[in-house]
Structure formats: structure tokens, C-alpha cells
């Protein structure tokens, strides 16, 4: 009951008044979305079969390379709009590895540890880590309205964690810790990425950081792991596909392409849904509990970070 009424009033808020949503961009960032979205939930169903987390994120980033490879090898063709430097290839390649290896790692970790849907929400909050780090790498205080929507976006998470907590016990501590690690380690990424974005494109610089991250990951499962530790049940190797193509590169491509036709801004509209989806597919597919306290601790979190983005990009 607590989960239909949260869909509910989330629909009637951030979609139905949005009538932009349903023309072909919004559609686009909405099926993205609901594709990144799925990621959780392989990350569950692959953890069943008992692989570790190195591993399938091996798998996960080798599947996927090739589509990115051949996304740059298709930049390159073209004339780039500035000529590429050694430092600024460091520095993407910094922070590929900031945003899809010790992000992603993080995240995918702490999956052993707590709830997807839950994992979701806490990660949901990296725009208020972006926005300390731009108030403090430029130094201007944090403003007034901005300070309200981060106290109710955590407050939310709160109620969540302290709920998870008397019921599930002291691994969600962990979980949330590697979570919060992973959105912060992810906030530095997205706002070093607003710089090299710009100056060379958002294809180039995303393989560029993908390749990068890919190389560390299988660097880590080399000192880690042995070779036969690829060799995994076929379920797995489902799962890693499904995380490498339906929620890695199909949707990337696809909120590019929502981005070209509606802008950036508004197709960010479409993200407050994540939540909510991984939400659906956590309880359908995972038979995880969603009670009344998660219903209010998500719309705490979501409305928080909605106007949070929505003052910081006015």
C-alpha cells in the first residue's frame, strides 16, 4: 500500500505535469532510464550464483568495451573541436577512473550489503556532493535554499537507514558507507567532466573514461584473481551482458540522443523516476520489502534533490 501511494502522488508531481514528457525525447530519457535503472537488479540476481564483485565487473566492462572502442574510433574521423593534449587525456583518464572504476566498484560491492532499491536512493543523492564541491571549489557559501533541499533529501535517507537497520542489521552501515563513497567519488567525476565535456565532446570524453576505467579493472582483477575465475556459471555471464549492454551502453546511447533533441535539463527530469524504478523491479523481481517509512524516505530524498537541481540550474 505505502508503494502505490508514493507512485501515485510521484506521477501526479514529477511526470503528468510535465507534459513535455511524452514527446520523443522525454521518451527516450525515460526508457533510459529505466534501463539504468535495471542494473541493481542484475547485480543481484548475478550475486546468487556466488561470483564476486571484480569478477563480474570484469565481465561487465570487457562486454562492453568493444561498443566503446568503436564509438571513439568512430570520434576520431571526424576533426576534433580542439586539438587533444597530453595533460587533458590525463586528466580524463583521472577521472574515468574516479567515475567508472572506483565508483562503479563501490557501488557494485555494496550490493552485497543492502537492498537495491535502497542502494538506488542513497546514490540518488550525488548532485548534493557536486554541489559541495563547486560551492567549495569556488569558493561561495552554500545558499539558504540549497541548504533546505539537502536537510530533506537527508532526512529521507535517514528515516530509510535507520529503518534498514533495526530490521536487516549492522551491514547496512557498510552498504551505506560504500555508497556514499561511490556517489562522492562519482560527484568528482561528473564535475571534472563538465570541463573536457565541452572542449572535446561528451563521446570522446566518455570512452576515453570507460577505456580507462576498463584497463584498471582488469588490472585489479589480475593482481587479484586468477584466469579461471572468468570461467563462470552461464547465468552469470547472462547477467554481466545485461549490465554491460541494457544498462550501460544501450542507454547511454539513447540519453545522448534524448539530450540532443531536449537538452540536458530536461531530460534530467526523467532521472527523479530511477528511484522509483529500480523501486518496482526491486519488489517484482527481487521480493524485496517496500514498507510505508521507505515510501516517505524516498519522496524526502527525490523532492529534495529535484529542487535542489531545479534552483541550481536556475
Known amino acids: ?144 535554499v540549497e541548504l533546505s533541499s539537502l536537510t530533506l533529501a537527508y532526512t529521507g535517507l535517514l528515516l530509510i537507514f535507520y529503518y534498514d537497520l533495526s530490521n536487516l542489521g549492522e551491514a547496512v552501515i557498510t552498504g551505506t558507507l560504500l555508497v556514499l563513497a561511490s556517489s562522492l567519488s562519482f560527484s568528482f567525476y561528473v564535475v571534472g567532466s563538465q570541463k573536457y565535456s565541452g572542449k572535446y565532446g561528451s563521446k570522446f570524453f566518455t570512452c576515453v573514461a570507460m577505456l580507462a576505467a576498463t584497463a584498471a579493472i582488469v588490472s585489479h582483477f589480475a593482481i587479484t ?26 542507454p547511454s546511447f539513447l540519453m545522448n540522443a534524448a539530450i540532443e533533441k531536449i537538452g540536458a535539463n530536461n531530460a534530467s527530469i526523467s532521472g527523479s523516476l530511477g528511484p522509483v524504478l529500480t523501486t518496482v523491479f526491486a519488489i517484482f523481481l527481487l521480493d524485496e520489502i517496500f514498507t510505508f517509512v521507505h515510501a516517505v524516505g524516498m519522496t524526502l530524498v527525490i523532492a529534495g534533490i529535484y529542487y535542489l537541481s531545479k534552483k541550481h540550474k536556475s
Not at 66 to 76: D, E, I
Not at 117 to 122: A, C, L, N, T
Open 1 to 144: 500500500m505505502g508503494f502505490q501511494l508514493f507512485l501515485l502522488l510521484f506521477t501526479r508531481k514529477f511526470v503528468f505535469k510535465s507534459r513535455p514528457f511524452f514527446n520523443s525525447g522525454f521518451t527516450l530519457a525515460f526508457i533510459a532510464v529505466a534501463m539504468f535503472s535495471s542494473k541493481s537488479i542484475f547485480i543481484k540476481l548475478a550475486y546468487e550464483y556466488g561470483v564476486d564483485t571484480t569478477t563480474l565487473m570484469t565481465w561487465r566492462m570487457l562486454l562492453a568495451m568493444p561498443f566503446y572502442l568503436y564509438m571513439l574510433l568512430r570520434v576520431l574521423q571526424h576533426p576534433m573541436r580542439q586539438p587533444i593534449s597530453v595533460n587533458s587525456v590525463s586528466s580524463m583518464i583521472v577521472l574515468g577512473l574516479m567515475g567508472y572504476y572506483a565508483a562503479s566498484w563501490l557501488d557494485l560491492y555494496a550490493l552485497n550489503f543492502i537492498t537495491a532499491h535502497y542502494e538506488r536512493i542513497v546514490l540518488y543523492t550525488y548532485p548534493a556532493f557536486v554541489l559541495i564541491i563547486n560551492a567549495l571549489w569556488q569558493k561561495r557559501p552554500i545558499r539558504l
Open 225 to 250: 584473481h586468477s584466469l579461471t575465475d572468468l570461467l563462470q556459471p552461464l547465468p552469470v555471464l547472462v547477467y554481466a551482458a545485461a549490465i554491460a549492454i541494457i544498462a550501460t551502453v544501450i
